[in-house]
């Protein structure tokens, strides 16, 4: 794949998840492919993780976990962002959307991969309406980040990717609007989410998850076959353009060509007219 992003001013990439390993679940792979390109990559865990054992301490977890995470970010050629509370404290709350919005306006992403707005828990639901908001305020001058920083101008394009299982919080199936090729890349997708090896044990015993890198690794199949072309691959739906980019602003698929496609029922619907 060529070098598409200006080495001069490269693309700003962020991947953002409620907790560590939901960047490498769900969004890895589209991260990786645009890292090909020469794009700049973030990964951000709003939380801690500090939920995920019941036999290691509050504070022993947070550090395996933050551990895990950089060996993740490694693998990814990525810049790892701190945690800013523990697990289920992801509240949308003022003064926690003050802190995202800071670090969205020293960071600048143009590309913001974020959760889905429906999900089958309230940390992931929570981290996405976070970044959709501390998106949204990036330039307004009245709205106070903290620490405080200067409003920022500039076009943030929001995808969100699919839910864990491709289903909301009441079993109803989520189809995507794209697929993006992650064939590619799928080995160095799988590393990253290997390196949290704490929640193999953890997600074994907690919600009935027998192999989570099988788990991963059969919806990225399920998500190739709905795309009818590729192997394994990734799903994702762009956020409203109101607020944050040019109306038709599809920065995936102008990046990554063939190997990011429309679901064709969207295309079908779109040609239209249909919402």
């Keep these: 794949m060529q070098d598409k992003v200006n080495s001069e001013s490269p693309l700003v990439v962020l991947a953002a998840a409620a907790h560590p390993d939901d960047v490498e679940f769900c969004m890895a792979g589209t991260l990786l492919r645009l890292g090909e390109l020469g794009a700049k ?9 500090s939920c995920g054992s019941n036999e290691l301490d509050v504070q022993a977890i947070r550090i395996l976990r933050q551990q895990e995470a950089e060996q993740s970010a490694r693998i990814a050629d990525a810049r790892l962002h701190p945690p800013l509370v523990d697990d289920f404290e992801l509240i949308y709350q003022t003064d926690l959307l003050r802190r995202v919005a800071a670090v969205l306006r020293g960071l600048r992403p143009q590309v913001m991969l974020i959760p889905s707005p429906e999900d089958y828990m309230e940390d992931h639901q929570n981290a996405c309406r976070l970044l959709v908001s501390a998106a949204f305020v990036r330039g307004m001058r009245n709205f106070q980040t903290f620490p405080p920083l200067e409003p920022i101008d500039g076009e943030m394009t929001l995808y969100h990717a699919m839910p864990h299982g491709l289903r909301d919080g009441l079993r109803r199936p989520v189809r995507p609007q794209l697929f993006v090729d992650t064939t590619p890349v799928i ?20 919600q009935g998850t027998d192999c989570f890198i099988e788990t991963m690794l059969e919806q990225s199949r399920e998500l190739g076959r709905l795309s009818g072309r590729f192997e394994h691959a990734e799903g994702w739906r762009r956020h409203n353009h109101l607020g944050f980019c040019a109306e038709h602003a599809d920065p995936l698929s102008e990046l990554l060509g063939a190997s990011c496609v429309l679901d064709e029922l969207f295309e079908h619907d779109q040609r239209r007219g249909e919402p």
Excluded: P, T
């Excluded at 990559?41 to 993780?49: K, Q, T, Y």
């Excluded at 799988?190 to 074994?204: G, N, V």
């Design 187 to 206: 080995a160095r997708k799988q590393q990253m989410l290997e390196a949290h090896a704490s929640q193999r044990q953890w997600l074994e015993r907690s």
């Design 41 to 49: 990559l973030h990964i951000w865990n709003l939380a801690s993780g």
